[in-house]
């Protein structure tokens, strides 16, 4: 039987783990082993979370109004909708 692939988590879920493990790793008193590997898990739920928000980023348009017509724009942080 061919094994499902899971879905990856969600972003809360993946922020939730990576906090955790921050905790655990700021308590100081796992073997160097042990908090290698949760760093390096820590990093890749990092790197995922920014990803999935730089998704999230891209897919926000705001909706603006010119003229008789509202259309579309992207969104951008750093420039105010007019």
């Known amino acids: 039987m061919p094994e499902e692939n899971p879905s990856p988590p969600t972003f809360e879920a993946s922020l939730q783990e990576l906090e955790r493990i921050v905790k655990e790793l700021e308590k100081g008193d796992l ?4 908090s290698l590997l949760l760093f390096e898990t820590g990093m890749r739920l990092s790197t995922e979370c920014k990803r999935q928000l730089e998704e ?6 705001i909706l ?9 724009v992207p969104f951008n942080p750093e420039k105010p909708a007019k």
């Open 64 to 72: 603006t109004k010119r003229g008789s017509e509202t259309v579309a």
């Open 56 to 61: 999230a980023e891209s897919r926000v348009e």
């Open 31 to 34: 073997p160097l082993e042990q």
